[in-house]
Every structure is written in structure tokens, then in C-alpha cells.
């Protein structure tokens, strides 16, 4: 482990981009895409809001995945100097907060699954994606096999287009080829 980095009070500050870097706008991008990709490619009919609350489950995901990320990974973040910028690390916020702000998105989604009218199948693979996520997060630094919770993060991504998928219809081979390519594609980064 490394040393502490230290905090300077003019580090407790807010500056440009830190909001941005709370919730890690630079990947939201992704997280936003998986689930209407995953309706683009099933074998269905979606109605026209489909892909809005598809997104809006997206945008939830991620600030459920990332902070939840974040508060987890605190102690070896304030170890490391390239995360001694981070908003959490330098005090900015409270963990406690940042964990709320996580689990207050799983009512949250659940609530736009609901409103949407999502099938069993696409509620099941919902689950799919916060289990996977979750259990990267919560041990996901402590496994020794190398690529494991790489990959356990990829197929919960890849769940969220499985999820997008059977939304308004089944998945297909597109969709399963997707998914398989999320995982490969998470692995990788």
C-alpha cells in the first residue's frame, strides 16, 4: 500500500470539473447505451418512450454503480495520487452521502421499471446487472483470480442490454453478440 495522500486545506475547495468527477460523467456515456442498444436489437416492437426510461435506468445505474464504486474503494483511493484529486478523497462530500445517493437509485430504478412496464425477463436480468456490479464492488479488489471481477463487471453491463432486450420483446442473436462484446469490451478497459 501506499502512503496517504495528503490533503491540503485549499484541496477542500470545490473546482471546475469536480461535480463531473463525483459521479464520473467522462463514463455515463456507456452506461446510458446499453439498454437501448440491448432494445434496438430484440425482436420486438418498443413503444416510443421505451428508450427514454431505458436511459433514465442507465443514468440511475451508473450513479448507483460508480459512487458506490467510489465509497468502497475510499481507503486505497486515498492511498493513490492519481485519485488524490477526487472530490471523496479530498473531503468534498461525506461517504455516508455518496452511499446514499447509490442506494436511493435502486427504488429508483425499480420504480422506472414499474412505470415502463418491463417484462419479467427484463426485470430479471435488472437484477442480473445490480447483483453483478454490487458483488465487483463489494469484492471485486479482493479476488485472486486475475479477470474475475473484470469479468463479473462486464456481464453486468452486459445485463443492462440483455435487460433492454427483453423490454419489449426477446434478445437475439444481435442482442446475445452485443452483450458478449460489452463483456469483452469491460474486460479489456
Not at 429508483?108 to 414499474?114: E, F, N, Q, R
Not at 433492454?164 to 460489452?182: H, I, K, M
Amino acid at each position: 500500500m501506499g502512503a496517504a495522500v495528503r490533503i491540503e486545506a485549499s484541496d477542500r475547495t470545490w473546482h471546475r470539473g469536480d461535480r463531473a468527477r463525483l459521479i464520473r460523467l467522462f463514463s455515463m456515456g456507456a452506461s446510458t447505451v446499453y439498454a437501448p442498444l440491448g432494445l434496438a436489437s430484440a425482436a420486438g416492437t418498443p413503444r416510443l418512450g421505451d428508450a427514454f426510461v431505458l436511459v433514465a435506468v442507465g443514468v440511475s445505474f451508473h450513479l448507483f454503480a460508480f459512487p458506490l464504486n467510489d465509497v468502497i474503494d475510499l481507503p486505497i483511493d486515498r492511498t493513490n495520487a492519481r485519485r488524490s484529486d477526487g472530490p471523496l478523497v479530498r473531503g468534498l462530500v461525506r461517504p455516508q452521502t455518496m452511499l446514499l445517493v447509490a442506494l436511493f437509485q435502486l427504488p429508483v430504478m425499480a420504480a422506472l421499471l414499474v412505470a415502463g412496464g418491463a417484462s419479467t425477463a427484463a426485470w430479471l436480468a435488472w437484477l442480473a446487472a445490480v447483483a453483478c456490479l454490487g458483488a465487483y464492488v463489494l469484492w471485486g479488489k479482493r479476488m485472486s483470480l486475475p479477470g474475475a471481477p473484470d469479468m463479473i463487471q462486464g456481464v453486468g453491463f452486459a445485463a443492462l442490454l440483455v435487460m433492454g432486450a427483453s423490454w419489449a420483446g426477446e434478445p437475439t442473436v444481435v442482442s446475445w453478440l452485443a452483450a458478449a462484446y460489452v463483456v469483452v469490451y469491460i474486460v479489456q478497459i
